[in-house]
């Protein structure tokens, strides 16, 4: 019997990649985005939900010989840094790979012969700081890469978006996708347009359709979460105030993931006895306490404590006391029916209560990415 498990929806994914298509256009190719162990959803098992997906990227080039080795065989695009050294075994699995760096492309052009063309996309940055070749450097570095023709292929183009989530006022956005455009305009007149171009995280592909170019770039929306309160509502708006031919969609998103542990001791506790380290916690009355096996070690956030609650046998029980690495404590005096080895929701539903990423996040002071990101590697996981 596991202590501690991750349930995942089997056709929740793929209803959402579909959802998140619905407002594409004909031909618009979707790359889902399974890079930090999915999101921490399970790299095998989402790839294993998602048999739709047309592109799948990730960040490494370990995650990117991992799908390899699960016998992926569609494009795979590395979205972070690849060492020089580790390029070869890049172009070798057949793993595309974002570009921004002279020395990279140069050291591609340079490989063997015996290998296969290294096939590169170019990253535009059009405002978020990070990786990227500025747009006044492009000319030169697309004369690089058509340099190192035949071995380096200009396979696409793509840009990250760095304020499309938190706000209404879209501005900043609309500013780097006008850049990336005249970008991309840049590339079609230098390569022709086999190059793929892609721009649109989820927040801009539900929001914007002009940012959509010839390919989706879709993470947290494929696990059933909006990327922000100010994304759900300006789709909610739009959706509203679109005509009755739907011009705008409000994508229908359903959580994929649901973490779950078991009660391993119930015990009553005299009123003012102290709970857990610190001694953060009080009993104002005798209190029944159940402890679970899960910590911050397995990425329940220790901000969690005295903050959030749990679900047991369809009951709220409180978190009560500081997280430790290995247990958490609840507070179970409201449940009598609780018994030993019971299941304890940390997220997802039990009865007519749920708990949600967003709950969670906001109970540890952060955002929904980090809360199901952050869930242990080692924390089994079962499509169900």
């Not at 020395?103 to 063309?117: K, M, N, S, W």
């Not at 990250?160 to 956005?173: K, M, R, S, V």
Request: hydrophobic letters at 40%; proline letters at 5%; a neutral charge.
């Amino acid at each position: 019997m596991s202590l501690q498990w991750i349930e995942l929806d089997g056709r929740a994914a793929e209803h959402n990649l579909s959802e998140l298509r619905r407002g594409a256009g004909p031909g618009t190719r979707v790359c889902a985005v399974v890079k930090a162990n999915a999101y921490g959803h399970g790299l095998a098992e989402m790839v294993r939900a998602l048999p739709s997906a047309d592109w799948f990227g990730v960040q490494s080039l370990e995650e990117g010989l991992r799908l390899r080795r699960l016998g992926v065989e569609k494009p795979v695009v590395l979205l972070g840094y690849v060492s020089l050294a580790d390029l070869g075994a890049a172009v070798e699995a057949g793993l595309r790979m974002t570009v921004y760096n002279r020395e990279t492309v140069e050291r591609l052009a340079a490989l063997p012969e015996g290998l296969p063309p290294a096939r590169v996309h170019v990253k535009v940055e059009t405002g978020t700081g990070r990786q990227g070749v500025l747009p006044g450097d492009l000319d030169g570095f697309f004369d690089l890469v058509a340099r190192g023709s035949p071995r380096v292929v200009l396979d696409g183009i793509s840009t990250h978006f760095a304020n499309i989530e938190d706000t209404l006022n879209h501005g900043y956005a609309a500013a780097q996708r006008d850049r990336f455009a005249a970008a991309v305009e840049k590339m079609r007149r230098r390569f022709g347009t086999e190059p793929v171009a892609h721009a649109a995280c989820t927040a801009a592909a539900i929001l914007f359709p002009n940012t959509h170019f010839d390919m989706l770039r879709t993470g947290i929306g494929l696990y059933g979460l909006w990327p922000s309160r100010e994304t759900y509502l300006a789709a909610r708006t739009a959706a509203s105030a679109a005509p009755s031919d739907g011009a705008a969609v409000l994508p229908d998103l359903r959580p994929v993931l649901s973490w779950k542990t078991r009660v391993v001791q119930i015990k009553e506790l005299p009123e003012g006895s102290f709970v857990g380290y610190g001694c953060s916690y009080r009993c104002t009355r005798r209190t029944t306490v159940g402890i679970l096996p899960v910590g911050y070690s397995d990425g329940y956030d220790r901000a969690l404590g005295n903050r959030a609650h749990v679900l047991v046998r369809g009951k709220r029980a409180p978190v009560i006391g500081r997280i430790c690495m290995n247990l958490t404590i609840v507070d179970l005096t409201d449940v009598p029916a609780a018994r030993l080895e019971d299941e304890a929701v940390l997220l997802g539903s039990s009865g007519d209560e749920s708990i949600s990423a967003e709950a969670m996040a906001e109970w540890a002071g952060t955002i929904n990415y980090e809360t199901v990101s952050r869930i242990g590697s080692l924390v089994e996981r079962r499509i169900v």
